[in-house]
């Protein structure tokens, strides 16, 4: 398996623009995560889904953040309008389960200028 | 509320140099415990985890972590390191909240091997 594929693995973008970053979970796998990790505040969950469907969504910051998960090897979490706040390495994870630990992909680190 | 702490945020080795990184949880119920290692501009590999049976768990790359109850410590430890194992360490508890179980991550601890 390739493992959880996230694209791009880089973005910049200039304020007040959309960005959508993208994850291909593992095959098989039910859950998936969306997180942020940044140096001030480390990494923070901020949504995951079960079969498709939100399950915990106390994450998102804000209502400029949304994600979606339209089908099991598909998932989506956009910006809109981005902030230069929002600069940060997002990472998709997923798992077989919600207990037994995650596969991480490698992250799209956004720069919001 | 649960929570998991990084006593250390870096620790500086020597090569061939015995380290401990430690990692303290809060909770008074069972819990499932994690070691993750994140290589720069990469995502977080798991090393270990422990669910159950054996206190000690023994992971990839010649990591071991060993599970303290009565301590509430999950100390990740490796008898010889390598400039191959510098990176950022996570530790971390999986822990039921109100719509199942999710990991809840330490602050990190950055490993730095010297020569």
Same mark, same amino acid.
């Given at each position: 398996?390739?493992?959880?594929?996230?694209?791009?693995?880089?973005?910049? %973008?200039?304020?007040?623009?959309?960005? %959508?970053?993208?994850?291909?979970?593992? +095959?098989?796998?039910?859950?998936? #995560?969306?997180?942020?990790? %940044?140096?001030?505040?480390?990494?923070?969950?901020?949504?995951?889904?079960?079969?498709?469907?939100?399950?915990?969504?106390?994450?998102?910051?804000?209502?400029? #953040? +949304?994600?979606?998960?339209?089908?099991? +090897? #598909?998932?989506?979490?956009?910006?809109?309008?981005?902030?230069?706040?929002?600069?940060?390495?997002?990472?998709?994870?997923?798992?077989?389960?919600?207990?037994?630990?995650? %596969? #991480?992909?490698?992250?799209?680190?956004?720069?919001?200028? | 509320?649960?929570?998991?702490?990084?006593?250390?945020?870096?620790?500086?080795?020597?090569?061939?140099?015995?380290?401990?990184?430690? !990692?303290?949880?809060?909770?008074?119920?069972?819990?499932?415990?994690?070691?993750?290692?994140?290589?720069?501009?990469? *995502?977080?590999?798991?090393?270990?985890?422990?669910?159950?049976?054996?206190?000690?768990?023994?992971?990839?790359?010649?990591?071991?972590?060993?599970?303290?109850?009565?301590?509430?410590?999950?100390?990740?430890?490796?008898?010889?390191?390598?400039?191959?194992?510098?990176?950022?360490?996570? !530790?971390?508890?999986?822990?039921?909240?109100?719509? *199942?179980?999710?990991?809840?991550? *330490?602050?990190?601890?950055?490993?730095?091997?010297?020569?």
């Amino acid at each position: 398996d390739a493992g959880v594929i996230q694209s791009p693995r880089h973005e910049v %973008t200039e304020m007040g623009q959309e960005v %959508t970053l993208r994850c291909k979970p593992i +095959s098989g796998h039910d859950y998936l #995560f969306w997180y942020r990790q %940044t140096m001030m505040r480390g990494l923070e969950l901020l949504i995951y889904f079960n079969n498709n469907v939100p399950i915990d969504d106390s994450g998102m910051p804000e209502d400029r #953040f +949304s994600a979606k998960m339209p089908n099991a +090897s #598909f998932s989506t979490l956009k910006i809109q309008p981005s902030e230069p706040r929002d600069s940060a390495v997002y990472f998709c994870a997923s798992s077989e389960t919600d207990n037994y630990g995650y %596969t #991480f992909g490698s992250g799209t680190r956004l720069t919001v200028v | 509320a649960q929570s998991v702490t990084q006593l250390d945020s870096q620790v500086p080795v020597f090569e061939e140099a015995p380290v401990e990184l430690r !990692c303290n949880y809060s909770s008074s119920v069972s819990v499932y415990l994690f070691w993750y290692v994140q290589y720069p501009n990469q *995502g977080l590999q798991l090393l270990l985890k422990y669910l159950s049976g054996s206190t000690l768990v023994k992971g990839i790359n010649g990591f071991e972590a060993e599970f303290n109850k009565s301590q509430t410590s999950f100390h990740l430890r490796k008898p010889s390191v390598h400039i191959s194992d510098t990176a950022e360490y996570f !530790c971390a508890v999986s822990k039921l909240w109100e719509y *199942g179980n999710k990991l809840v991550f *330490g602050a990190g601890t950055i490993l730095r091997v010297k020569s």
